[in-house]
């Protein structure tokens, strides 16, 4: 049971440049996240997913896109990477019954 | 909207000492609270939860109690160890309009020294 997992750990792009950050949970959840944090600003929700096949706008959406693949995955794209998205992104999943997530181990984004 | 807001940090102690750290909400409906703990290169995880008024969360050694009529949330130990030293988070879900969202404050950075 790996539970929620996050691939790349750390990517480089140079500004303009695209990438797409992958999240995966074993955990059969209904709803996943993408956050970002700052320092100073704690976690901040980028987009959230209610169920499979939904997804929604959460504080900061601007410049990225979601695509929940299926129930496991959420992948969140930025399409043309800024200096203002450098940030350490999380996903998170979490169920209707519980009021908890579960967060993934993160990626950290430079871009230049 | 919903709002949380954490003491100023960072937090320096010694170890054994007695641990606070405030954290006060601002919600419409009833919102469950949280505290999440991040240690250094790793994601968030849960630490306590209350999900209604005078409920007390506690793990670790940590606890908090959910005082509806100051709207806060405090997060208290007894006696800290080196190993403690992390990121501390309080949240708030309320969950049914939300789907469970989490607003998070911003964070209080506790160093435990030996």
């Known amino acids: 049971n790996a539970g929620v997992t996050q691939t790349p750990k750390f990517q480089v792009l140079k500004t303009g440049q695209s990438m797409t950050l992958q999240c995966a949970q074993d955990?059969?959840?209904?709803?996943m996240y993408w956050y970002r944090q700052d320092p100073g600003m704690g976690l901040r929700l980028i987009y959230y997913?209610?169920?499979?096949?939904?997804?929604d706008k959460g504080e900061v959406p601007n410049g990225y896109n979601v695509s929940r693949l299926n129930k496991r995955e959420f992948s969140l794209r930025l399409e043309s990477a800024a200096p203002s998205q450098t940030s350490v992104y999380f996903c998170?999943?979490?169920?209707?019954?519980?009021?908890?997530?579960?967060f993934g181990p993160g990626t950290r984004l430079t871009v230049t | 909207g919903n709002s949380v807001t954490q003491m100023e940090g960072p937090v320096t102690l010694s170890e054994e000492a007695f641990l606070t750290i405030n954290c006060t909400y601002t919600?419409?409906?009833?919102?469950?609270l949280f505290w999440y703990v991040q240690y250094p290169g790793e994601g968030l995880q849960l630490l306590l939860k209350?999900?209604?008024?005078?409920d007390k969360g506690s793990n670790k050694g940590f606890e908090a109690t959910y005082r509806k009529e100051t709207t806060s949330f405090h997060l208290e130990k007894g006696s800290v160890q080196v190993s403690d030293s992390a990121v501390y988070f309080c949240?708030?879900?309320?969950?049914?309009?939300?789907?469970?969202?989490?607003?998070f404050g911003q964070g209080t950075i506790l160093t435990v020294h030996p």
């Open positions: 998170a999943s979490g169920t209707e019954s519980s009021y908890e997530q579960y």
């Open positions: 955990m059969n959840h209904n709803s």
């Open positions: 997913s209610a169920s499979e096949g939904t997804t």
């Open positions: 919600a419409t409906g009833y919102p469950s």
């Open positions: 209350a999900t209604k008024a005078d």
């Open positions: 949240a708030l879900s309320e969950y049914g309009t939300s789907y469970g969202k989490l607003t």
